[in-house]
């Protein structure tokens, strides 16, 4: 079983920048794939960016291709996303997700974390 704890939300202007952060704890963690989601009020949960435990794959949503990065830092089992030229259409809950052994390109987590709020006023 992996425990997963973001942190890192809050509310930014049009154009600013947040950086999350998700902590991973548990067995086996070098084979997780890791991904990041997000859920707007009234719409359903969607993919944003995954990475392999090591970082050296990773996938993005088209609307975060460019503006989004992910990353891993396998010395503090930490996953981050770093969220540049933020949109108000980028307001949501972001949770963390994963999954031992999956693809970056299909990743359907086991595991999630309790979300982090992100707001982005305009």
């Known amino acids: 079983q992996v425990q997963l704890v973001e942190s890192g939300g809050g509310l930014v202007q049009a154009g600013g920048s947040l950086r999350l952060s998700c902590v991973a704890s548990g067995r086996a963690l070098s084979t997780l794939t890791m991904g990041w989601f997000r859920q707007a009020p009234g719409k359903e949960r969607e993919f944003v960016a995954s990475t392999t435990w090591s970082g050296r794959r990773t996938d993005y949503s088209l609307s975060a291709r460019d503006r989004f990065t992910i990353s891993a830092d396998n010395a503090r089992n930490t996953v981050y996303l770093q969220m540049n030229s933020l949109k108000p259409e980028d307001t949501a809950v972001y949770y963390c997700?994963?999954?031992?052994?999956?693809?970056?390109?299909?990743?359907?987590?086991?595991?999630w974390g309790q979300g982090t709020q992100v707001t982005v006023s305009s």
């Open positions: 997700g994963a999954r031992q052994l999956a693809s970056v390109y299909d990743l359907r987590p086991n595991s």
